[in-house]
């Protein structure tokens, strides 16, 4: 099980935020909320990871709920090029491996 | 910085016909990990090492075995590859956990016939 809930797809239009929810309402303490992309085909790559707290760097930032149950990955300005499948993930075990579900589809429009 | 390189980039297997999957990285990481992605679905784990000479296995490691006999390098080998293997496969490594996250090769597309 992913222990996360995503919404399968999702458009927004080029130059605005783009807000991507995520639910992971199973989360326990210790666990991660990770970020990931995948363009077309490519391997997947690293966005953002947070714990308890918000982040930013300079690709996204992670809006984590007090309760963590919920997090909310932004782009602030999308571009063409933000077109991918976002996963959001949440490590559960103790050597730190992921488990992926399905993702959100993120169709930037012109 | 060349990061973490897959080959082939492509293959196309018999029924019965074994194989390995290279995968190299030159970042000095500890951790490298084998994950398949079938057709419209998240990646799948199948083994992972958390150093040289630590293998363990993850979700789907039937059909497949890694060594890690050094840091660098991390082969997965197909034992007698099945139709059910057809997919793609990645690699990834990170220096730390949670650290930055995994850096993930370009991928193996693998068909089985």
């Known amino acids: 099980d992913a222990k996360t809930t995503q919404p399968t797809s999702m458009d927004c239009a080029e130059g605005r935020a783009a807000n991507l929810p995520c639910n992971h309402s199973t989360i326990s303490g210790n666990e991660y909320v990770y970020w990931y992309r995948q363009i077309h085909s490519q391997g997947p790559q690293y966005i953002i990871h947070?714990?308890?707290?918000?982040e930013t760097n300079e690709m996204a930032s992670l809006i984590i709920t007090e309760d963590r149950k919920s997090s909310t990955l932004i782009l602030p300005h999308a571009t063409l090029r933000d077109t991918a499948v976002y996963y959001c993930?949440?490590?559960?075990?103790?050597?730190?491996?992921?488990?992926w579900g399905a993702g959100t589809k993120l169709i930037i429009k012109p | 910085n060349a990061g973490v390189t897959q080959t082939p980039k492509f293959q196309v297997l018999k029924t019965g016909q074994s194989m390995t999957l290279q995968c190299a990285q030159d970042m000095n990481h500890e951790y490298m990990s084998w994950y398949r992605q079938d057709p419209g679905m998240g990646l799948r784990l199948i083994h992972y090492?958390?150093?040289?000479?630590?293998?363990d296995q993850g979700e789907v490691p039937n059909g497949y075995n890694v060594s890690r006999s050094t840091t660098e390098d991390f082969p997965l080998r197909l034992l007698s590859a099945a139709p059910s293997q057809t997919s793609v496969y990645f690699c990834a490594s990170s220096y730390s956990l949670p650290g930055d996250g995994y850096t993930f090769g370009s991928g193996t597309r693998l068909t089985v016939v």
């Open positions: 947070g714990l308890k707290n918000n």
């Open positions: 993930i949440v490590k559960i075990d103790s050597n730190y491996q992921l488990i």
């Open positions: 090492s958390v150093g040289a000479g630590i293998t």
